[in-house]
Nanobody, 120 residues
Framework: QVQLVESGGGTVQTGGSLRLSCAAS????????MGWYRQAPGKERELLALTASTGYTNYAASVQGRFSISRDNAKNTVNLQMNSLKPEDTAVYYCHVVLRDPSLQYRTYWGQGTQVTVSS
């Protein structure tokens, strides 16, 4: 089993910054990709940023230039630095991991979610 523990959510004013962190632990052979999603009330969950073990990184157009994803392979952690936050960034943010377990099976896991609220 694998656990994803998220931290760093909260409330910030428009234009402010927050940093989210996600730490993966448990039965991990290797992590293929780590990413961040968000889901606002009444909307579908959307991919914000993704980083793969190959070095590939991708951002949604809505956060390009404002958010930055980083990964510490040694610690199995992924961070999301969020700058210039807007009220429309208000949502529950989820960490997502694709990995291979010790039996080399690919598995995906979600974090528990952390609330980010941007006040105007």
């Amino acid at each position: 089993q694998v656990q994803l523990v998220e931290s760093g959510g909260g409330t910030v004013q428009t234009g402010g910054s927050l940093r989210l962190s996600c730490a993966a632990s448990g039965s991990i052979f290797t992590i293929f990709s780590m990413g961040w999603y968000r889901q606002a009330p009444g909307k579908e969950r959307e991919l914000l940023a993704l980083t793969a073990s190959t070095g590939y990184t991708n951002y949604a157009a809505s956060v390009q230039g404002r958010f930055s994803i980083s990964r510490d392979n040694a610690k199995n952690t992924v961070n999301l630095q969020m700058n210039s936050l807007k009220p429309e960034d208000t949502a529950v943010y989820y960490c997502h991991v694709v990995l291979r377990d010790p039996s080399l099976q690919y598995r995906t896991y979600w974090g528990q979610g952390t609330q980010v609220t941007v006040s105007s």
